[in-house]
């Protein structure tokens, strides 16, 4: 079972820890840091941290923005993590001294043409429908607010509440804060969990939960660029805008150094290959909407891993017939604004053994028997030979 121990009675079993954490992401690592912080012994595990989905994350932190149609609950995991995101900032920049990038200007919705206005709309009457906060904008109200979108954007919507960070910022702060609350961070991959010795073994290995658990997690294709404003002046616009041009959905954002993050493709492949087709795509769309963007620098094209599940939820908690495994995966398109939720609740769960409500809709057990097969064997060849 899993019995808890408080912070102020570390554990005195020798050398085996209380928590190994697989996978230093920034999902692991906040786990990692989280355990730490409330005394218990962590390892983490990782040949490559922060070398996963998050290397190339945007880092919005949209629960409104990207409150989608059939997806409610996991709506409200999103929600009830970027509550968490002003807390968490301030405690990792406190604990570190490390800027995250962290600003709260809010996310503009905006629609090219009357067809991809009429789309907006009906995604912003959806999120609205949930009482979420969206305020629509004439096109005046939208120019006074970013007057550097195009003349042709036809409206768009405000969801204040919608914040960012930077994640390139956020996973190195991460290590930096579990390290000091006492987290030893082993630069190893693991290949079987049947390897770990520990009380607990939280599985936060983004893609490469599947193979260590058997778990639905697929890799899920995302390209996305890097621009820089020239002159090294910050860009021209404050807010995130998610838009849709000629069809094409895309978003911008804006970094206080000059970057501006400009993504992202969602293709069901396994590969990181960056093709001229999607490049062109996201770069058309970018500088539809913010013509100013065709004079910028571009910095960076590259292709990421999410972690997809079947239904685009993460998977957090026991596997079936594992007290003792604790899945943290899955994450998605969403690791980012979760990172704060999935840490807080994973560790009272290692420490207490109750599940928190919130955990219930997230359960592996969703997925029926997947999960609860071969995690003790050796894993499946595929990742052993690309972690060899
Ligand atoms: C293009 C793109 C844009 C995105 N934009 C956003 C966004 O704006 N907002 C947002 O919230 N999310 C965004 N995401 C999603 C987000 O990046 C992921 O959901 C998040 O990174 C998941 O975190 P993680 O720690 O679970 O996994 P990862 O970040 O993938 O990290 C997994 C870690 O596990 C390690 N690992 C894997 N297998 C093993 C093993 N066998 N042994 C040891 N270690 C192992 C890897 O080396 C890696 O360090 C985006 C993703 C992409 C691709």
Same mark, same amino acid.
């Given at each position: ?8 009675? =570390? ?15 920034? !999902? ?14 962590? #390892? ?57 990038? %962290?600003? $709260?200007?809010? $996310?503009?919705?905006?629609? /090219? ?45 405000? &969801?204040?509440?919608?914040?960012? #960070?930077?994640?390139? /910022?956020?996973?190195?702060? *991460? ?14 991959? #693991? ?10 073994? #939280? ?11 058997? *778990? ?34 895309? %978003? ?20 990181? $290959? ?28 590259? &292709?990421? @891993? ?8 993460? +998977? @957090? ?18 690791? !980012? ?8 609740? +994973?560790?009272?769960?290692?420490? $207490?053994?109750? =599940? ?21 064997? =050796? ?10």
């Amino acid at each position: 079972m899993l019995t808890g121990r408080s912070a102020s009675t =570390p554990s005195d079993e020798g050398a085996r820890p209380d928590v190994a954490v697989v996978g230093a992401g920034p !999902i692991g690592l906040a786990v990692a840091w989280r355990c730490a912080a409330r005394g218990l012994r962590v #390892v983490v595990h990782d040949p490559a941290s922060g070398s996963g989905a998050s290397a190339v994350a945007a880092g919005m932190l949209s629960p409104v923005a990207e409150a989608y149609f059939g997806e409610r609950q996991l709506t409200g995991l999103l929600l009830a993590s970027a509550a968490r995101w002003p807390a968490f900032a301030a405690e990792l920049t406190e604990a570190t001294g490390a800027e995250l990038g %962290y600003r $709260t200007e809010g $996310t503009l919705m905006v629609g /090219l043409t009357g067809d991809d206005l009429a789309e907006a709309r009906r995604l912003w009457a959806y999120q609205q429908g949930l009482g979420l906060p969206v305020t629509p904008l004439r096109p005046t109200e939208l120019r006074d607010r970013e007057p550097a979108l195009a003349p042709r954007v036809r409206g768009g919507a405000l &969801a204040p509440t919608d914040h960012q #960070v930077d994640p390139r /910022l956020l996973v190195p702060a *991460l290590r930096t804060a579990a390290r000091r609350a006492g987290a030893v961070l082993v630069p190893q991959p #693991v290949r079987h969990l049947g390897e770990v010795d520990a009380r607990v073994t #939280v599985v936060a290995a983004g893609c490469g939960a599947a193979v260590l658990t058997g *778990l639905p997690v697929r890799p899920v294709k995302g390209q996305i660029l890097r621009l820089r404003a020239p002159g090294g002046v910050a860009p021209g616009f404050r807010h995130v805008i998610r838009g849709y041009a000629d069809g094409e959905s895309v %978003y911008l954002v804006p970094r206080s150094d000059g970057e501006v993050v400009l993504g992202a493709t969602v293709e069901e492949r396994s590969d990181t $290959t960056v093709t001229a087709g999607a490049v062109l795509r996201l770069l058309r769309a970018g500088v539809d909407l913010l013509p100013e963007l065709a004079e910028y620098d571009l910095v960076e094209a590259v &292709a990421g @891993l999410r972690p997809g599940t079947p239904d685009n939820a993460p +998977i @957090l908690g026991p596997l079936p017939g594992r007290p003792d495994v604790l899945a943290a995966t899955g994450h998605h398109r969403h690791g !980012i604004v979760l990172t704060p939720v999935t840490a807080d609740l +994973i560790a009272n769960l290692v420490t $207490t053994g109750v =599940p928190d409500p919130l955990l219930a809709p997230f359960g592996p057990e969703r997925f029926g028997g997947a999960g609860s097969a071969g995690v003790d064997g =050796p894993g499946r060849t595929t990742e052993e030979d690309r972690w060899s």
